[in-house]
């Protein structure tokens, strides 16, 4: 079993920048490909980036190159997704996703464990 916990949403004006983290537990960190979604309002939710386990490297969502970036801290369990010049369209629920594999997994499907999601709002 993998708790996930995440934290860092809140209010962002157009612009600006905010760092979402994601803590886990429960099994060895390194060990876990792991993922962020969003879901916008009013729309299904949608991979954003993802990290391979055991440092087979990152991979982002079309929409999200260039101003996430996707990165793990394998020592504090923890993975974070700084979002850059966000964007109004960046609004939504925040989830961070677990998996126990080595692919570079981008459905829900492929992932058992998710956190309760954490909320950004964008602001114009």
């Known amino acids: 079993q993998i708790h996930l916990v995440e934290s860092g949403g809140g209010l962002v004006q157009a612009g600006g920048s905010l760092r979402l983290s994601c803590a886990a537990s429960?099994?060895?960190?390194?060990?876990?490909?792991m993922a962020w979604f969003r879901q916008a309002p009013g729309k299904e939710r949608e991979f954003v980036a993802g990290?391979?386990?055991?440092?087979?490297?990152?991979y982002y969502a079309d929409s999200a190159k260039g101003r996430f970036t996707i990165s793990r801290d394998n020592g504090e369990n923890t993975i974070y997704l700084q979002i850059n010049r966000a964007e109004p369209e960046d609004t939504g629920v925040y989830y961070c996703a677990a998996a126990v594999g080595s692919g570079a997994y981008r459905t829900q499907g492929d992932y058992s464990y998710w956190g309760q999601g954490t909320r950004v709002t964008v602001s114009s």
């Open positions: 429960g099994r060895t960190f390194s060990s876990i490909a």
């Open positions: 990290s391979r386990w055991r440092g087979l490297g990152t």
